[in-house]
């Protein structure tokens, strides 16, 4: 993979004239600012992974040599010259000037400092808690009628778990006294929630119809959800809003283009390249 995920600079023949090579081909030096280069331009997992292993690194380096023969092989063939190479080429040319630029001039808009991330820490807290936690117990019946005639008896003092033990129809929390167990709100049963929403700690449903029958629920507890740590954040939250103000800064700019490029779009020819480029998904 990394001897395919880069090649040698097209520069390489003057490169490292003014530093020792890491490796020469055919005496022409790969210098460490070439092999560097290469390195920055892969993608992060396997960048991240050679700056952590001294031997892939210098397996990395010993490949990059032979990528370098490979290419010098090539030019004397005259692939670079190839029309289907150049065109290649020009379109990864293109790719790195656009992306040079984007750097260069967004780069002092995109920058996220600790106060961004603790003025929008403090405005959406709600997004930094977590759910509220629910401890429920049903009873199951086959019928309206059933859990009418049990929810009336639950009315007049009757105990819940008792009454869960012997009329509930679902085995596995029969024996329990009808105990469902600890949920987040969202996670609970969907036919529930609705319900629950307007619940308080200790209430008891009206009857709620399931694929599995009907039910009354109690709503044993609360454990109201917590703020997480801003400590625990920060470092994703730097990552989403940089994403942000990309995002934003790189709408800006192309509107700012837009004054001066006059851009047509061609609504046809693009659904037609569309419907005939996109496989269907299976």
């Known amino acids: 993979?990394?001897?395919?995920?880069?090649?040698?600079?097209?520069?390489?023949?003057e490169a490292g004239?003014?530093?020792?090579?890491?490796?020469?081909?055919?005496?022409?030096?790969?210098?460490?600012?070439?092999?560097?280069?290469?390195?920055?331009?892969?993608?992060?997992?396997p960048?991240?992974?050679?700056?952590?292993?001294?031997e892939a690194l210098r397996r990395y380096v010993e490949e990059y040599a032979h990528k370098e023969m490979i290419y010098r092989e090539a030019l004397k063939q005259g692939i670079d010259k190839d029309p289907e190479v150049r065109r290649r080429v020009a379109a990864a040319e293109k790719t790195i000037?656009?992306?040079?630029?984007?750097?260069?001039?967004?780069?002092?808009?995109?920058?996220?400092?600790?106060e961004d991330l603790k003025k929008y820490f403090e405005e959406h807290k709600d997004e930094f808690t977590a759910e509220d936690q629910l401890t429920l117990a049903h009873i199951q019946f086959d019928s309206l009628k059933a859990a009418q005639e049990a929810a009336a008896r639950l009315a007049r003092g009757e105990d819940f778990a008792k009454l869960a033990q012997a009329l509930s129809t679902d085995p596995m929390?029969?024996?329990?006294?009808?105990?469902?167990?600890?949920?987040?709100?969202?996670?609970?049963?969907?036919?529930f929630i609705d319900t629950l929403a307007k619940m308080k700690k200790g209430e008891v449903s009206a009857?709620?119809?399931?694929q599995h029958g009907y039910h009354l629920v109690k709503l044993l507890d609360v454990h109201p959800g917590k703020l997480v740590a801003f400590e625990g954040v920060r470092e994703p939250l730097r990552r989403f809003l940089a994403q942000e103000k990309q995002h934003?800064?790189?709408?800006?700019?192309?509107?700012?283009?837009?004054?001066?490029?006059?851009?047509?779009l061609n609504a046809a020819e693009i659904d037609r390249?569309?419907?005939?480029?996109?496989?269907?998904?299976?």
């Open 273 to 282: 390249f569309v419907q005939a480029t996109v496989t269907p998904k299976k």
């Open 97 to 114: 000037i656009t992306q040079h630029m984007l750097d260069k001039t967004l780069a002092d808009k995109v920058k996220v400092t600790d």
């Open 47 to 54: 960048r991240i992974s050679l700056t952590h292993d001294k």
């Open 17 to 45: 004239k003014s530093e020792t090579a890491l490796a020469k081909v055919d005496g022409k030096p790969i210098s460490v600012d070439e092999v560097r280069l290469s390195i920055e331009m892969l993608p992060d997992a």
């Open 1 to 13: 993979m990394l001897l395919s995920a880069c090649g040698p600079s097209t520069s390489s023949q």
């Open 248 to 264: 934003q800064a790189l709408e800006a700019y192309i509107a700012g283009l837009k004054k001066d490029y006059k851009v047509e």
């Open 207 to 210: 009857p709620i119809k399931t």
């Open 173 to 191: 929390s029969k024996e329990k006294g009808g105990l469902l167990g600890t949920v987040e709100r969202s996670k609970a049963p969907p036919e």
